[in-house]
């Protein structure tokens, strides 16, 4: 087992990403970063009805569904490992917020070019 002084020393992987991380960095543990970040993805896809049938259209609502969600989730998540601090809960979703960004860009991206 490599040591913290080990300057080869690397997170072990588990599931192809490592046990830590940003998330690790805001309080969360890899498996409840991925689950907010999915339901937060999930929600943009299917609210107001499949983004892939309505990827030119406005998304007003599926964007402030699938954002809203992140801090009252980071908000249970970090509360079930005690109370969550307020620069917890905004550092969390903040990082979420900006990773859901960037995959739901690129999905909108990937479908518009997919249907021209």
Partial sequence: MMTSSDPDARPPFIGGFPETGVWTAVGLSRAQFFTILTISVGLFLVVGGPVWLHVRDA??????????????AVTVALSRRGVPRVWQVLAASGVLALVKLIVTAGLLIILALARS
């Fill in 59 to 72: 998304h007003f609502m599926r964007i402030t569904v699938s954002y809203a969600v992140i801090p009252l």
